[in-house]
């Protein structure tokens, strides 16, 4: 079934970039969204942007990230990207890839998720 491991999180000065990759396994020629989350420190998880589904060509983002995140996948190779530009340490968290039918923010609309990369924006 799906299988989604995330990657490319670390520590970077405020202002700078971060790319995050989403590898998923055994959903190709599936209409799937891939979901974006994150959860700092002693706060719940939140959404933070979501991308393709059923639907086809839905694509939105949290008011917080809007304008310097963009979402993207490459169904070829069964990836999905978060590019993070102009960061802020608000965006310092826990971030979550997500695979689900359609382009949600409610974390009960995936149903395979990764396990997790660590996003640190500091100076």
């Known amino acids: 079934q799906l299988h989604v491991v995330e990657s490319g999180g670390g520590l970077v000065q405020p202002g700078g970039s971060l790319r995050l990759s989403c590898a998923g396994s055994?959903?190709?020629?599936?209409?799937?969204?891939i979901g974006w989350f994150r959860q700092a420190p002693g706060k719940g998880r939140a959404w933070v942007a979501c991308?393709?589904?059923?639907?086809?060509?839905?694509?939105n983002y949290a008011d917080s990230v809007r304008g310097r995140f963009t979402i993207s996948k490459d169904n070829a190779k069964n990836t999905g990207f978060l590019q993070m530009n102009r960061l802020k340490p608000e965006d310092t968290g826990i971030y979550f890839c997500?695979?689900?039918?359609?382009?949600?923010?409610?974390?009960?609309?995936?149903?395979?998720w990764g396990q997790g990369t660590q996003v640190t924006v500091s100076s």
């Open positions: 991308t393709g589904g059923r639907g086809g060509s839905s694509t």
């Open positions: 055994g959903y190709t020629q599936y209409p799937y969204a």
């Open positions: 997500a695979v689900g039918w359609d382009c949600s923010r409610s974390e009960s609309d995936y149903d395979r």
